[in-house]
T-cell receptor
Framework: DAKTTQPPSMDCAEGRAANLPCNHSTISGNEYVYWYRQIHSQGPQYIIHGLKNNETNEMASLIITEDRKSSTLILPHATLRDTAVYYCILRWGWVKAAGNKLTFGGGTRVLVKP | EAQVTQNPRYLITVTGKKLTVTCSQNMNHEYMSWYRQDPGLGLRQIYYSMNVEVTDKGDVPEGYKVSRKEKRNFPLILESPSPNQTSLYFC?????????????FGPGTRLTVL
């Protein structure tokens, strides 16, 4: 799987949108972008994923640039409970190429402040 | 409620005393996996199972055993625990191999081996 680069930490204000960047300049054509988060010492939680198009669900929006070299996870109205480490993960859509696990990098530690 | 449960959530034990950490999911998922999380090392896969009676080693299987006799359960067995197995353990599941990008994680088991 291609490598991702995320800022180690960022702060955001409660009630404001949180924009979390992820660079993946070596992404391959069939690699999906997945986002997970881990609230302190809890199990990681799946948020959203996409291939080319922007995606939105009840938790967040995912914006993928046209060249797919970077993406942004948007938490539209951050709350204190969104304080967590957010992971951007690439994964092949082909089962055999994808392997049998998720590979978590360092992630971005997001602190939502009142 | 769809969930992955782990027991116990916390365990302090001594070197050499066999223990089992249970994992159960109620979503009829085919794939299940165990990860351990250590500071600075991220999440590392221990074992995984693609279906009943099908298990395979992950990245750090030494000192661990697993079994998958039923679809819903995937216990992690430490036959002779050692202090280097002190860690935070997570069980995860997903519907099938093509859905491994979307994994459901359990709440974690914090194990201390003295």
């Amino acid at each position: 799987d291609a490598k991702t680069t995320q800022p180690p930490s960022m702060d955001c204000a409660e009630g404001r949108a949180a924009n979390l960047p992820c660079n993946h300049s070596t992404i391959s054509g069939n690699e999906y972008v997945y986002w997970y988060r881990q609230i302190h010492s809890q199990g990681p939680q799946y948020i959203i994923h996409g291939l080319k198009n922007n995606e939105t669900n009840e938790m967040a929006s995912l914006i993928i640039t046209e060249d797919r070299k970077s993406s942004t996870l948007i938490l539209p109205h951050a709350t204190l409970r969104d304080t967590a480490v957010y992971y951007c993960i690439l994964r092949w859509g082909w089962v055999k190429a994808a392997g049998n696990k998720l590979t978590f990098g360092g992630g971005t530690r997001v602190l939502v402040k009142p | 409620e769809a969930q992955v449960t782990q027991n116990p959530r916390y365990l302090i034990t001594v070197t050499g005393k066999k223990l089992t950490v249970t994992c159960s999911q109620n979503m009829n998922h085919e794939y299940m996996s165990w990860y351990r999380q250590d500071p600075g090392l991220g999440l590392r896969q221990i074992y995984y199972s693609m279906n009943v009676e099908v298990t395979d080693k992950g990245d750090v299987p030494e000192g661990y055993k697993v079994s998958r006799k039923e679809k819903r359960n995937f216990p992690l067995i430490l036959e002779s625990p050692s202090p280097n197995q002190t860690s935070l353990y997570f069980c995860a599941s997903s519907l099938r191999d093509r859905d491994l990008g979307e994994q459901f994680f359990g709440p974690g088991t914090r194990l201390t081996v003295l």
